[in-house]
Structures are given as structure tokens and as C-alpha cells.
């Protein structure tokens, strides 16, 4: 009984249905409330339409009879009304509430005081009121478990009463009195009774046929189907046909029986995706490339992989340390122990002799595994062969070991720096040996503190900029100077982007050079004697004429005008600084200069290496043209040194025009010196209507006391020379011959930014 109340009551289609049946409780009580409700207003208003009607008709037949003043004939007409079965009473009161015609003779003369009844209506407010509605003239009477009807009815006072010659009333009077009735409503009230007791009948009779027609339909469209799909998700559970197949059906359940057959086919398709994944994973389990066993306890091989099988050949219900290594007992440090105390993975790296004799290396790896009460039952082991690995460590080591001898013995400093940060990450023997550190004092060092303090900003920016810095100055440890030329190489190192410097100590080298290049200012310098000897003639014989006048008119004692005196004083002081010019260029341009860059302008070297010739190509009948580029960016250089490679090749195409001239006297005599930018480097040019350089000897002219003049006119330093300056400041410089006579040479430097 028990179960059949559980399961009456735990079921849908009865929950639906109460709920169904207490939804149309309240719907059909609300209806019939809401209808008996408005059939006792319909009745109550009916009855005093009725009754206000009746009223009216009354007055209309004593209407005669009040205007004769024929009370006899009033008082039949009120006692013939009076005998209706639904009228209990009827009463007409004058204007000051006397009783003057009433069914009851008793009555009859009886005042009624103002707050009564019959009265209140209009005499409930001062001035009384005239005109009421129907509600107001209505009233319900309830005596002695009887329900009556009241209902009065003006007399208006008419014309004809106002001027009859019987009893005329007052013209200012609107009513002259009322008519009261009073009705029985018994009749209406048992007729309301009956036609509420069918209603409510009907509303019954359809309660029970609506909820049969429910239990019916749940049970035809609902119970039985829902039935069906429980007995098939039971079917698909099992892993049977879920036989819904045939079913067609369109409404809500059609979708859901449509849903339960495409979660079949899903599930039937992922347990298909199981079944395959589980094979593949049997797959792997066979055939992953190292040894995997799964043991109990007590170390006995329960479960191993094709790997395994083939390499160690186990018997059934082998001890591990039996199969694979041979031993009698476990191991002293087995990880396999320690993974069943404590139920957490290990690792281990072991070495041992294989079947075939050979020695081999493995890591193990050790995972516990947990029933279902998270208790370990058994451990899985795989072990990864690393012999191979071994072997390379050991080779790479004693690789490594060479290559850091090489590292140590290279003769050039090499540097391993942070890219970020420039520290020193490592550095061989020899970088320690040239800045005068010991061992290991360099590392994680500043590379940027080995440069000159007031350099060391510059050093950040060149070392980002550049691939090659050369005649670098360089502070050792005891604060001594010395110049380094460093190529610069982005590497990897360690996993670690590093930038890797090689520096070679060029402080001998230049000071040879220093001394070379000095030789080649002295040659230059005696080229431009000759020069420079005119240009100061020039300031001189001015000095001489002015001074000579003077003196003329001071031996004739004639006196001097002051605007005379002042225009010579004017011209021998500005001829005075000419001069001091020339000898401070001189000076400038033959003294040692310093090997650190600085930013030059190539326009402005370029005009001060012609000032020094433009006297001596001018004498020679030789034009100088320049077309230079206004504004044009700047160089890293040194001044007076690229002053002398402009020099250099200044007097190189003097000489070049001048032999030239013996063939061809006629020939134009031209310098031309142009100078443009690219985006990323400055050009200089210099062009001359010479004889050129033999096609032979183009790769030949920039060698070391190589030249094509006459023994005794040449040193065949100038080129050489001028190739290492311009190479010095990051530059190139390339020779050609014209098509129209004479050589073009192409100077090309990097941009200072």
C-alpha cells in the first residue's frame, strides 16, 4: 500500500493534474461568483427600476385627483394599490413630512421628523435637495427575516399648482412632497436562489467533466509516452536499440523523443570514440618507445609493454629487480618502495648491463595508483634509456674542454656581454691579460666601465649602433690607457641572447701609423710650400707698402690724414691675421692629433683643404668646383686627419692635370668636389680631367709606397695613407675611371647618427 502511495504520489501526472484541477477550482469559482455577484446587482437594479416605475405610475394616476383635491378618491387609489400581493405599503407625505394618504389609516396625520428614512435622502444636507438619483431614492428594508424594498418619488410642484384657486402653493417651491413605496422582494429572491443553484450546478457538472477529460488526455498523451521513453533510455543504458525509431510524432514530446534518439546515436558514436581511444591507448601503452610495467607490493611485474617484453624477456610474476637488473633482492634505494610509503611519484636516474652485455643508462620514473578509497595498489614504472645521451655528455664535455682551451689561447680578447645590461657574462685569458685583471675579476663587470668615463655614454649608443668600432680607447685596471678595435656579433649563449666582442689591440699599429702618417703631413706640408709661401707674400707686401709710406712721410715730416692712417692701420691688422690664419692652419694640420672620434663635418673639412691650395691650383691655371649639399649630416671622424685625405687627393689630381697638360695643353684643368647624402651614409666625390689610372694598376694604387710618378716625385704614401684614415672612421673609398679622361674617386662614411 505503502508503495503505491509513494508512487501515487511522487508521480507527474498526478501533479499535473491537481494542479489542473486546483487552477480550474479557482477559475470556474471565480466565474461563478463573479456571475452570481452581478445577477444580484442586475436583480437589485431591476427591482428598483420597477419599483421606481411603479412610483411614477401611482403619482400619474392620483394626478387628477391631487389637483381636484379629491382626497376621497387619493385614498381609494392608495388602498386599491395597496391590495397588490408585492406592495406593503404606501404613504404620501407633504413638504413638512405630514402622512396625508397612507394604505394604514393609523398613520394617517402623522408627522415623520427629518432624520428619518423616508426623509434623510434629501434632508441629510441644508438646503435640502431637490433632485436625486435612483440609488438615492431606493432603499433596502430588512424586518422580521423579510427584505423589502423602499422607493420614494418626488411631487414636483407644477404650474397648474402654483395658480390653481383651490389650494395654490407657493411658486418658490420645488417639491410639494413625496410618494413612499414599499415592496416585497420575496418573489425576486427565490426566482435569484434557483437561478444560482443551476449555476452552480453547471459549474460542477463541468468541473468533473473538464477533470475527466484531463485524466483521459494525460493519460492518452502523457503517462503512456513518457512510460515509453523511460522503458527505452533504459534500453539505451544497457547499450540495447532504444526502438524509438518508428515513432512519429510532432509535438513537444515528438521533440524530445527526437532528442533521446540523437543522444542514442551520440552516445552510441562516443562509446564508439571510447572504444577506439581505448585501443589507441593499448596501442601506445605497446608500443611507446621505453620500458613501462605496472607492480604490486610486493614488486612483482603485473602488467608491461611491448618494449619490455622484447628487451628483458620477464616470466610471468617476476620481481623487478629479477627481470631487468638482475638482482636477487630490491634495491637499496628503490623508488618503487618509496612510492607505495608515501604515495607520491619519484624519480631516479640508474645504470646497469644489458641482456647483450653492454652498459646501459635509464631514468626511471615511478607514479602511484589509487583505488577507489585513494589507497595505492599498485605502482607504474617506466624507464627511459639514456645510454645513447650518456655517451654524448661524455663527448661533449671533452668537446666542450677543447673549445674552452681554444677560447683561452685565441690571441684577440673575446667578451661575452649581457644585451641589455652589457655586463661581462665571460671572457678568455687574454681579455683579463690586456686590461690587467686577474682571473675572474671581470665577470658580471660593467663592460662599459673599461671605456673613459666621459665616454662611457657614447660607448652604449656605439655598441647598439655599430657591427665594428675601430681605434677604440681603453682604461686597464691601473687606469692606463690603450686603443682596441672591436668587432661586435649578436650570439646565443646559454640559451641567452649575448652579444659577443672581439677586441684586438691596435696601440703598436697606430702608433706606427701616427708616425707614418706624420711622415706623409711633412711631404704634404713641403708640397705646400710653395702655396702657402705665396699666400703669406701677399699680406706681407701689403704690410711692406704701408709701412713704406709711413715712414716716407715721416722722413718729409708731412703730416698723415687720420682717415689715411686709419684705413693702412685697418689694412696691415686684418693682412696680420690673414697671415696668423695660414700659420695656425699650418700648425693645426701638422701637428699629432687624437685617435678618439669626434662629429665632423665633411663641407667644412672639404673648404679648408682647398683654402690651403686654392693660391696654388689657381697659379696653375687649375679650377675648383664645388657642389655641395646644404645641410649635410654629420660623420664620426677625426678633423685635421681627414683634412689630410682630402689634401692627399687634392694634390694627386694636381699632379694628374698637370701631366695631362703635356699631351694635351689645350684640355680643360678642373677639380670638381661634390658631397650628397642617402639615408644612411654621406658621399664625397672627387673628380679631375687627368690622365687617369691604368685599368692594371686599379687594384694596386691605395699598397704602401706604391705610386706612378717619377722616382723622386712620390712617397706612395698619400693613397695608402688615405685608404687607412677612411677605413678608420667606418668608411670606403673606390676608385674609377671617367669616360671623357680623368679619375673620379668615391668616398663613402657612415652617418655619425
Not at 516 to 521: E, H, R, S, V
Not at 553 to 569: F, G, H, Q, W, Y
Request: charged share 25%; proline share 4%; hydrophobic share 40%.
Amino acid at each position: 500500500m505503502y508503495f503505491w502511495l509513494s508512487r501515487f504520489r511522487n508521480s507527474l501526472a498526478v501533479k499535473v493534474l491537481l494542479l489542473i484541477a486546483l487552477v480550474l477550482i479557482l477559475c470556474l469559482g471565480l466565474h461563478s461568483w463573479g456571475t452570481m455577484h452581478y445577477l444580484n446587482k442586475h436583480t437589485a437594479s431591476k427591482l428598483s427600476i420597477e419599483a421606481d416605475r411603479l412610483s411614477k405610475t401611482i403619482l400619474l394616476s392620483a394626478r387628477y385627483a391631487m389637483m381636484a383635491n379629491a382626497r376621497s378618491e387619493i385614498n381609494q387609489i392608495v388602498s386599491d394599490i395597496a391590495k397588490h400581493p408585492d406592495i406593503t405599503s404606501v404613504r404620501i407625505y407633504d413638504k413638512q413630512g405630514v402622512i396625508r394618504f397612507s394604505n394604514m389609516h393609523s398613520e394617517v396625520g402623522t408627522k415623520v421628523a427629518k432624520d428619518a428614512p423616508p426623509c434623510l435622502a434629501c434632508h441629510a444636507v441644508n438646503p435640502p435637495r431637490v433632485f436625486l438619483g435612483l440609488e438615492q431614492r431606493t432603499r433596502r428594508i430588512v424586518k422580521d427575516d423579510t427584505v423589502l424594498l423602499g422607493s420614494i418619488a418626488p411631487i414636483m410642484n407644477e404650474a397648474s399648482c402654483s395658480t390653481a384657486p383651490c389650494h395654490a402653493h407657493n411658486a418658490e417651491h420645488q417639491v410639494l412632497g413625496e410618494l413612499e413605496l414599499i415592496l416585497h422582494t420575496d418573489q425576486a429572491a427565490l426566482g435569484l436562489a434557483a437561478v444560482q443553484s443551476k449555476l452552480l450546478t453547471l459549474t460542477g457538472l463541468i468541473y468533473v467533466l473538464s477533470v475527466s477529460l484531463l485524466v483521459f488526455g494525460i493519460r492518452r498523451y502523457l503517462t503512456s509516452p513518457i512510460k515509453k521513453l523511460i522503458r527505452s533510455t533504459k534500453r539505451i543504458s544497457e547499450g540495447k536499440s532504444s526502438g524509438l525509431d518508428t515513432v512519429n510524432r510532432t509535438d513537444e514530446l515528438g521533440h524530445l523523443v527526437d532528442s533521446i534518439v540523437a543522444m542514442e546515436q551520440a552516445i552510441a558514436q562516443k562509446q564508439e570514440e571510447v572504444d577506439k581511444k581505448r585501443q589507441e591507448y593499448q596501442d601506445l601503452f605497446e608500443q611507446v618507445p621505453c620500458s613501462i610495467t605496472v607492480q604490486d607490493a610486493n614488486m612483482r611485474i603485473l602488467k608491461y609493454n611491448k618494449e619490455f617484453a622484447e628487451r628483458f624477456h620477464p616470466e610471468p610474476g617476476a620481481f623487478c629487480y629479477e627481470a631487468y637488473k638482475g638482482l636477487s633482492e630490491k634495491c637499496p634505494n628503490c623508488p618503487l618502495d618509496k612510492t607505495f610509503q608515501t604515495g607520491r611519484p619519484y624519480c631516479s636516474e640508474e645504470s646497469g648491463i644489458n641482456p647483450d652485455g653492454t652498459e646501459a643508462h635509464w631514468i626511471v620514473h615511478v607514479s602511484p595508483v589509487f583505488d577507489d578509497k585513494g589507497e595505492v595498489v599498485a605502482a607504474m614504472e617506466m624507464g627511459i634509456d639514456i645510454s645513447d645521451r650518456r655517451r654524448m655528455e661524455e663527448k661533449l664535455l671533452s668537446s666542450e674542454a677543447k673549445y674552452h682551451a681554444i677560447f683561452n689561447h685565441i690571441p684577440n680578447a673575446v667578451f661575452v656581454l649581457d644585451m641589455e645590461e652589457y655586463t661581462i657574462i665571460d671572457c678568455n685569458e687574454m681579455a683579463e691579460r690586456s686590461y690587467g685583471y686577474s682571473s675572474g675579476e671581470m665577470q658580471q663587470a660593467s663592460f662599459i666601465q673599461l671605456f673613459p668615463e666621459e665616454e662611457q655614454e657614447k660607448a652604449r649608443s656605439y655598441l647598439k649602433a655599430f657591427t665594428a668600432l675601430n681605434r677604440v680607447r681603453q682604461k686597464r685596471k691601473d687606469e692606463s690607457m690603450f686603443y682596441m678595435d672591436f668587432r661586435l656579433s649578436p650570439a646565443v649563449y646559454n640559451d641567452r641572447n649575448v652579444l659577443l666582442v672581439s677586441a684586438t689591440d691596435v696601440t703598436d699599429r697606430l702608433e706606427t701609423e701616427q708616425k707614418l702618417i706624420q711622415a706623409g703631413k711633412m711631404a704634404t706640408l713641403g708640397e705646400m710650400a710653395t702655396g702657402v709661401a705665396h699666400e703669406l707674400n701677399q699680406p706681407l707686401t701689403v704690410i711692406k707698402a704701408a709701412s713704406g709710406f709711413i715712414m716716407r712721410k715721416i722722413r718729409r715730416d708731412e703730416p698723415i690724414d687720420s682717415d689715411v692712417l686709419n684705413t693702412m692701420a685697418e689694412e696691415i691688422d686684418s693682412h696680420v691675421d690673414r697671415a696668423s690664419q695660414i700659420i695656425d692652419h699650418m700648425r693645426a694640420f701638422g701637428r699629432q692629433s687624437d685617435h678618439a672620434l669626434e662629429r665632423v663635418g665633411v663641407n667644412r673639412v672639404i673648404k679648408s683643404s682647398v683654402a690651403m691650395f686654392i693660391s696654388q691650383l689657381t697659379l696653375r691655371g687649375i679650377r675648383v668646383q664645388q657642389n655641395f649639399e646644404e645641410n649635410l649630416p654629420e660623420i664620426l671622424g677625426v678633423s685635421n686627419r681627414l683634412e689630410q685625405v682630402f689634401i692627399n687627393l687634392l694634390l694627386n689630381a694636381r699632379d694628374a692635370i698637370e701631366e695631362a697638360e703635356v699631351e694635351n695643353p689645350s684640355q680643360d684643368k678642373i677639380i670638381t668636389l661634390t658631397t650628397y647624402s642617402t639615408p644612411r651614409a654621406v658621399v664625397a666625390v672627387v673628380e679631375d680631367t687627368g690622365t687617369g689610372v691604368p685599368q692594371r694598376l686599379l687594384d694596386k694604387i691605395f699598397e704602401p709606397f706604391f705610386t706612378t710618378k717619377e722616382v723622386g716625385k712620390g712617397t706612395g704614401l698619400g693613397l695608402s695613407i688615405t685608404y687607412g684614415l677612411i677605413k678608420d672612421f667606418g668608411g670606403t673609398i673606390r676608385i674609377q675611371n671617367k669616360e671623357e679622361g680623368g679619375a673620379r674617386f668615391t668616398l663613402t662614411f657612415p652617418r655619425s647618427q
